[in-house]
């Protein structure tokens, strides 16, 4: 029955989630988190930074570290099997249909309409996220991370994946001896 979850559970995540990685990975957390609790919100948010900083798209990575956690190596091959069939079926299509209708102003209008819709599903995984790190860090220790972070990447022009080693190393390295 895990396999059956796991196959839906990816699958649906990645039909609806038009846009690619960014997002699915609400919908994601949805089943994994919410819905069948297969990884804590601490959890999730691990995996997801440990993802972001290895290469390749993200909802693979997930696809394959959930798939693999819950069923093992079948497990890994039917979540990612499921995470890349959507993505995979729909490209064929929309590029035959996207060629066809280029300059058309409903395709453009379309596309233009979904940003906001991604825009609020990652403002409220930040939100879910940053509510784990408050409750285990607090607020000053997840401002000072944060404010770091956005001076490495803005300022500095650090590269995000080096941002996330860093802050793997703090929380590694430095969390355990102040709590």
Do not use: C
Request: net charge positive; glycine share 8%.
């Amino acid at each position: 029955m895990i396999l059956v979850s796991l196959f839906l559970s990816f699958l649906l995540a990645n039909l609806l989630g038009y846009g690619g990685g960014p997002a699915s990975i609400p919908l994601m957390y949805e089943e994994i988190v919410n819905r069948y609790n297969w990884l804590s919100n601490a959890e999730f948010s691990n995996m997801l930074a440990l993802g972001n900083a290895l290469p390749g798209p993200i909802a693979t990575k997930i696809a394959a570290y959930v798939g693999f956690g819950m069923g093992g190596w079948l497990g890994f091959f039917i979540a990612l099997f499921a995470t890349v069939v959507p993505s995979a079926a729909a490209l064929i299509f929309l590029i035959k249909v996207m060629s066809k209708h280029r300059d058309s102003l409903i395709v453009k209008g379309m596309t233009i309409m979904v940003q906001p819709v991604i825009a609020a599903l990652m403002i409220g995984l930040t939100f879910e996220m940053f509510q784990d790190s408050y409750h285990s860090l607090g607020l000053i220790q997840s401002a000072i991370i944060a404010i770091i972070a956005l001076l490495l990447l803005q300022k500095f022009k650090v590269h995000p994946a080096l941002v996330i080693i860093l802050a793997f190393l703090y929380g590694g390295i430095v969390v355990p001896y102040i709590h």
